[in-house]
Nanobody, 115 residues
Framework: QVQLVESGGGLVQPGGSLRLSCAAS????????VGWYRQAPGKERELVAH???????NYADSVKGRFTISGDNAKKTVYLQMNSLKHEDTAVYYC?????????WGQGTQVTVSS
């Protein structure tokens, strides 16, 4: 089993920054994909940023140039640096990983962008 635990969410003003962290633990061998999704109220869950072994790094168009995904293999942690935050970035952010074609999800962390 794999556990993913997110942290770093909170309330931030428009134009501000936050860094999300996702710590992985458990039976980790090799993730074929790891990254972040988000779900705003009344909307479907959507991809924010992902790192895959096949295609490298991929960002949603809405966050390109503002968000950066990175990872620390030694710490088994993936990060999402979010800059120039907008009201429309408000959502629950979920960490996601794939190992042996099994999808794993974190519990989510709330990001609220409001003045």
């Amino acid at each position: 089993q794999v556990q993913l635990v997110e942290s770093g969410g909170g309330l931030v003003q428009p134009g501000g920054s936050l860094r999300l962290s996702c710590a992985a633990s458990g039976s980790i061998f090799s993730f074929s994909a790891v990254g972040w999704y988000r779900q705003a109220p009344g909307k479907e869950r959507e991809l924010v940023a992902h790192i895959t072994s096949a295609a490298g790094i991929n960002y949603a168009d809405s966050v390109k140039g503002r968000f950066t995904i990175s990872g620390d293999n030694a710490k088994k942690t993936v990060y999402l640096q979010m800059n120039s935050l907008k009201h429309e970035d408000t959502a629950v952010y979920y960490c996601h990983a794939v190992q042996w074609q099994i999808n794993y999800w974190g519990q989510g962390t709330q990001v609220t962008v409001s003045s």
